[in-house]
């Protein structure tokens, strides 16, 4: 989801332990880079796919950006140009998360329902509405299994305080099942990699886990949300006034490193952009249960090679942020406290500077 992020002159950056700031100044992508890169990163999405979601999303060849701006805006990388997309649907209002489906459908949510938009065919198409009661925010797309995950926010009646809730549509699906988190787990910016194994934040952290059927005894259609906090980065801090606790917002994978904005939690705030070691999934075979820990099997050294892995990427919080399917490519761009510089970064590389005609009109 699109936070507006101001800098406050007062505060510094909040930076995690051994970060390690990488230097501002970025040499400029040209045209006749751009289109080498972008063409190595097509001819690989047939053999790897890495994850998808957020708040912008490449096109299924990784040359174009998708992005929710004041509607739904598309990046144009080998031109370096961008326009408002003309979405074809009178009933959409602000646009809050956007995915990529296998098709190369671009999918969005609004508070009120989830959407496709055909890049082909300039087409829209609502595909839920909400259910009552609930506003939807984010969503995911997995491609292992065609499943639509959407997290909103639940409130009874005006006098109730909002409850997170977690959505799955399945596979040509009309109608929501719930995901059960049974100790309160928040899911924020969910991303699925290519064999479904679920990313997200939580209360600052990132956290790895799987979705997954329901109780067979049941007789709902619910499913289970199955995770663990993988990467503690949150800086948490309780204090007699508006604390500064500054933790990991929206996410997005390469194929090693996993790039995210990092600011204050509530309130107007501060942060940075970035990028540590992706942490890799537990495996195991003897079944799910061996995609977590075991009790008392806390990996330490794991936990310290990604904490020692942080690299401040910018100053402040980038506002766009995504990441190609086959991992590849990397997209971000900082427009809070003023437009800042356009990047690509190719295979975890040192960010590159792209010039977008007219990226800051929207």
Request: hydrophobic content about 35%.
């Amino acid at each position: 989801m699109r936070i507006p992020v101001t800098k406050s002159p007062a505060i510094s950056v909040v930076r995690p332990p051994n970060a390690t700031p990488i230097p501002p100044q970025s040499p400029s992508l040209s045209a006749s880079i751009v289109k080498p890169l972008l063409a190595v990163a097509a001819g690989m999405i047939i053999a790897v796919q890495s994850a998808i979601a957020a708040d912008s999303t490449f096109s299924k060849d990784s040359t174009h950006v998708y992005a929710a701006r004041v509607g739904l805006v598309d990046i144009d990388l080998a031109k370096q140009t961008c326009r408002n997309i003309l979405l074809s649907s009178t009933e959409i209002g602000e646009i809050q998360g956007v995915t990529l489906s296998n098709s190369g459908a671009v999918l969005f949510t609004t508070t009120n329902a989830v959407w496709s938009y055909d890049p082909a065919t300039s087409k829209t198409v609502k595909l839920c509405n909400a259910p009552d009661n609930i506003s939807l925010n984010d969503l995911a797309y997995n491609p292992a299994t065609d499943q639509i995950l959407v997290t909103g926010a639940a409130a009874p009646d005006p006098y109730s305080s909002e409850q997170p809730v977690i959505l799955c549509l399945q596979k040509d699906g009309k109608q929501f099942a719930n995901v059960r988190a049974r100790y309160g787990a928040r899911v924020d910016s969910p991303v699925f990699t290519a064999d479904g194994t679920l990313f997200f934040t939580c209360v600052g952290d990132l956290w790895m886990g799987y979705i997954q059927a329901g109780d067979s005894d049941s007789n709902t259609r619910d499913l289970d949300l199955t995770a663990y906090r993988c990467a503690p980065l949150a800086s948490l801090i309780d204090e007699n006034t508006s604390p500064p606790s500054t933790g990991l917002h929206d996410i997005a994978l390469s194929q090693h490193s996993v790039y995210a904005k990092y600011y204050r939690m509530g309130g107007s705030g501060w942060g940075s952009t970035l990028r540590f070691k992706r942490p890799a999934p537990l495996s195991g075979d003897d079944g799910d249960d061996d995609r977590l820990p075991s009790v008392g099997s806390t990996d330490w050294k794991a936990l310290q090679r990604i904490i020692d892995s942080v690299q401040v990427l910018d100053d402040n919080p980038c506002s766009i942020l995504c990441a190609s399917r086959d991992g590849s490519l990397v997209f971000y761009y900082n427009s809070h406290p003023m437009p800042g510089d356009i990047h690509l970064i190719h295979h975890d590389g040192k960010p590159a500077i792209l010039h977008i005609k007219g990226l800051d009109d929207w």
